[in-house]
């Protein structure tokens, strides 16, 4: 079983910045891809980025220059630092992790962008 949670979001102006971390526990193996998602009131949940195993990465057109997503396997742990943060970017932020069959996914952090 694996456990994911997410930490870091909160409220913050537009132009500022905000660090999310995704905390992993259980049986994780550093192969296994992982992303970050975000659903916005109203919307349908998205990707925002990914990460393979051997640190790929993968993001969204609407994001691409201000966020990079990074992974450490020895702490089990990602990260999405987000900078030049926009009110669009308001909405709850979920860590994903794969690991075929099963897709597992922590219960979200909310980042709130005020104009």
């Known amino acids: 079983q694996v456990q994911l949670v997410e930490s870091g979001g909160g409220l913050v102006q537009a132009g500022g910045s905000l660090r999310l971390s995704c905390a992993a526990s259980g049986t994780i193996f550093s192969i296994n891809p992982m992303g970050w998602y975000r659903q916005a009131p109203g919307k349908q949940r998205e990707v925002v980025a990914s990460?393979?195993?051997?640190?790929?990465?993968d993001y969204a057109d609407s994001v691409k220059g201000r966020f990079t997503i990074s992974r450490d396997n020895t702490k089990n742990a990602m990260y999405l630092q987000m900078n030049s943060l926009k009110p669009e970017d308001t909405a709850v932020y979920h860590c994903?992790?794969?690991?075929?069959?099963?897709?597992?996914w922590g219960k979200g952090t909310l980042v709130i962008v005020s104009s």
């Open positions: 994903n992790l794969r690991a075929p069959p099963m897709d597992y």
């Open positions: 990460i393979s195993g051997g640190g790929r990465t």
